[in-house]
Each structure stands twice: as structure tokens, then as C-alpha cells.
């Protein structure tokens, strides 16, 4: 049985995922929540590289609209 001062290596990596995301919407904030999260998952959770991506997509649209 777990102390209640610990946490599970779940519970960790879902705070760390959940933190993650909430760091990414405020430095992304034009973009939606769904892409956001799309983006995330699709570098595998890794934070630096999705914010590279992101960048290059924010990049990448105002190109589109100059």
C-alpha cells in the first residue's frame, strides 16, 4: 500500500503530461487544443521537439497570410 505522500510513477508522468500541455497552450495560444495536443503526441510527449514543430507551424502559417 502506497503512503499518502507518495505518488505512483503514473500519477507522475500524467502531472508531468498535464503540465506539458499547459505550458504548450500558453505559448501557443492561436492554435487549438486539439492541435496542440495532436503534436504532442505525435513527437512521443517529447516537450522540445513539439515546441520546435509548433514553432515551424506558427512560422509556416504567417508565411501563408504575408
Given amino acids: ?4 505522500g507518495e505518488m505512483s510513477g503514473e ?3 500524467d502531472e508531468e503530461f498535464d503540465m506539458d500541455l499547459e505550458y504548450l497552450r500558453m505559448m ?4 487549438s487544443n486539439d492541435s496542440v495536443l495532436d503534436v504532442y503526441m505525435a513527437n512521443n510527449g517529447d516537450l522540445e521537439a513539439t515546441i520546435d514543430m509548433l514553432n515551424q507551424l506558427e512560422f509556416s502559417l ?3 497570410h504575408c
Fill in 1 to 4: 500500500m502506497q503512503n499518502q
Fill in 11 to 13: 500519477q507522475i508522468m
Fill in 28 to 31: 501557443f495560444p492561436g492554435l
Fill in 62 to 64: 504567417l508565411d501563408v
